[in-house]
């Protein structure tokens, strides 16, 4: 299947007198697969799943799965739910734990010696589902345990150990962020939650992809990922490069602990991590709290039981939303130097868009 369509996004920054007045950005366009799988079988969606994304597979699989379940009024055993869950959370640790391996700590020599056999340790911890493994899962941990503490993570404090590459690279985003003078949003914009899965939902099956590329709830652009999932944020979203960082530090560990703790029962897990919503005869849809934030899909079912209507709503496009929160994040920061730059890509890389970007600066003359 070859599918022709613009996979990055655009992220234009406009600056007078050193300061980032305003961003534009174009977003991604995004492959029609409700077109493409129109009129066949919901197995060949799901079948062709990971292959159309390879960040995130297991989440765009689960909120399939979770969707026809809705739309043929169905519902999960306690087992089946049990065990999505467990795979969306140890997914999710998985891309949290690449993401920072190959984004902030990528250029340093300890994390790059490190990060093979850790990436290796993490995709075997993916491939337990009940099957018998070669190795024992209780050593893959151990290996991960200790390959996240030689890293800088505290596996108990969920901060960074002094002396360690982890700890290196947040000294440096410190500097960079307070020699560039970072401010602060101008204004809260919220965070995207399991309260507006319904209305998300809805208006996905409504307007489709006029509503996939562009959300908005009642002109909100509200924030999702690993700082919006944060217990404790103060009373707004206001955070910079490095306490997003840390947030990011903070939540690796947490899961870590979750995953060793041996797969709570599901009563114990979090009970919004996936979430099915009916949505009339023959429709249903679907929420998944993934690693870059809340994914939602809707799928539509003809007389036949084959696909009639599909769309799906990925955490990049709220968060890199024209008017959204990297928009508002950026606004008012500094740029007098290359350090600044750095911090702006830091800050960038925090939201972890599921697409590659491209990052341009604009001089506005007689500002």
Not at 1 to 28: C, E, K, S, W, Y
Not at 31 to 49: I, S
Not at 240 to 252: D, M, Q, Y
Request: neutral net charge; glycine residues 10%.
């Amino acid at each position: 299947m070859t599918l022709a369509f613009r996979n990055h996004i655009d992220i234009t920054l406009a600056v007078a007198d050193q300061v980032i007045t305003g961003v534009d950005i174009l977003p991604r366009t995004r492959p029609p697969l409700g077109r493409l799988f129109a009129g066949k079988p919901a197995e060949t969606l799901l079948a062709a799943l990971p292959r159309l994304f390879s960040l995130c597979a297991t989440a765009h699989q689960v909120a399939l799965l979770s969707a026809l379940e809705a739309a043929r009024g169905e519902q999960a055993t306690p087992l089946t739910r049990h065990r999505r869950i467990n795979a969306v959370i140890t997914e999710r640790f998985a891309e949290l734990l690449r993401g920072l391996l190959l984004g902030p700590l990528a250029g340093d020599p300890g994390a790059l010696r490190l990060a093979p056999e850790l990436l290796q340790a993490v995709a075997s911890l993916q491939g337990y589902s009940g099957r018998p493994a070669s190795r024992p899962r209780a050593e893959t941990l151990s290996q991960i345990k200790m390959g996240l503490g030689a890293l800088g993570i505290n596996f108990a404090m969920e901060f960074a150990s002094p002396g360690t590459p982890l700890a290196l690279v947040m000294g440096t985003v410190q500097e960079a962020a307070e020699d560039g003078g970072w401010r602060h949003m101008p204004s809260p914009h919220g965070v995207l939650s399991a309260a507006d899965d319904r209305a998300v939902v809805s208006r996905l099956m409504d307007a489709g992809t006029v509503f996939a590329e562009s959300p908005e709830l009642d002109g909100r652009v509200p924030e999702t990922g690993v700082w919006a999932r944060q217990p404790v944020r103060g009373s707004s979203l206001d955070a910079g490069p490095v306490e997003r960082l840390s947030a990011k530090v903070a939540e690796i560990a947490a899961l870590l602990r979750w995953i060793e703790a041996g797969e709570a029962e599901d009563a114990a897990a979090d009970r919004d991590v996936v979430a099915s919503y009916a949505l009339g005869a023959g429709r249903g849809g679907a929420a998944v709290e993934c690693a870059r934030g809340r994914l939602h899909h809707v799928v539509e079912l003809d007389a036949q039981g084959v696909i009639a209507r599909f769309e799906y709503l990925a955490p990049t496009e709220w968060n890199f939303h024209p008017r959204g929160p990297v928009v508002r994040s950026l606004t008012g920061a500094a740029l007098r130097c290359p350090r600044d730059h750095d911090a702006i890509r830091t800050m960038v890389g925090a939201f972890d868009p599921c697409v590659g970007y491209r990052l341009a600066v604009r001089e506005m003359a007689d500002a």
